[in-house]
């Protein structure tokens, strides 16, 4: 079996300086390849690195947390990053980028107009050197669909990354010509919706995702009652992907090894540089 893993941070703090050898631990799980996205201007040279040395792939862009701290020329440094790395085979899209309506202060004038612009900019971008893109939708899938018809209505790729909407959404993702991220958070029982589309949609619409360190697997969380008490809370990695994938499976029934070589095509649909880094 081998897995693909289309967006996980291995530069983020919280590894330190243990990206390589997470990777290296994520390799003897059959964790082939690693989708590195980039969340700023700052770590554009480190995603970069990380994945020539792993034997990876990256994605530049502007992730809308970042846009408020992002200098007004950030996307015209963008821009240039992208066509200095036009033909590095490794470069696989522009993200992670979207729209957050999660976070209160993302939700106000001016920062909502501000995200918004970021956004449909670096959608351009992406249409100006045929690259997909990595989509952050978190509480923000129509207006994300909207900025997506609003630049082109066709010919798209890319994943929107931890998906957790409706079924009709997920619809919509799909006939714009993306697929949908599942990771850790399928793996919590009371995450009652996101199970059902999981065991529902499409099999060549999935792609597996950790976005470790972030989105936990329930066999990592720990409440805050738990650490209160001095329960130490797991750091996600690519590692956990074979087992994400096994919950994946038995929600859908059907074998984990099936689901890793599907998973993988699909992933290689969204982006197809992939295919020849495989």
């Known amino acids: 079996m081998k897995f693909i893993d289309t967006h996980c941070h291995l530069d983020a703090p919280e590894f330190g300086s243990s990206g390589a050898a997470i990777r290296a631990e994520a390799a003897c799980h059959q964790v082939v390849m690693c989708v590195l996205p980039a969340v700023a201007v700052a770590n554009f040279e480190a995603v970069r690195t990380l994945a020539h040395a792993g034997g990876d792939s990256y994605a530049l862009g502007i ?101 957790n909407g409706s079924e009709q959404q997920a619809k919509s993702f799909i006939d714009l010509g993306f697929k949908l991220g599942f990771g850790g958070a399928l793996t919590y029982d009371r995450a009652l919706q996101l199970r059902r589309l999981a065991a529902s949609l499409p099999l060549d619409a999935l792609v597996l995702e950790t976005d470790a360190p972030d989105m936990p697997p329930h066999w990592l969380y720990k409440t805050a009652q738990q650490r209160g008490a001095g329960e130490v809370q797991g750091v996600n990695s690519p590692t956990e992907l074979p087992r994400i994938c096994a919950e994946l499976a038995a929600l859908r029934g059907m074998e984990v090894a099936e689901l890793a070589h599907q998973t993988s095509a699909n992933a290689c649909a969204a982006l197809p540089g992939l295919v020849d880094l495989l």
């Open 63 to 163: 992730h809308p947390l970042y846009v408020k701290a992002a200098q007004d020329d950030d996307l015209d440094r963008l821009d240039a990053a992208l066509q200095r790395y036009r033909d590095d085979p490794r470069l696989v899209a522009v993200g992670e980028i979207g729209l957050d309506l999660f976070v209160p202060e993302l939700c106000l004038e001016p920062l909502r107009a501000r995200q918004q612009h970021f956004y449909v900019t670096q959608l351009k971008l992406a249409r100006k050197y045929g690259l997909p893109v990595l989509l952050h939708v978190r509480r923000s899938v129509d207006q994300v669909l909207k900025g997506l018809r609003a630049v082109s209505r066709d010919d798209w790729h890319g994943i929107a990354h931890a998906f």
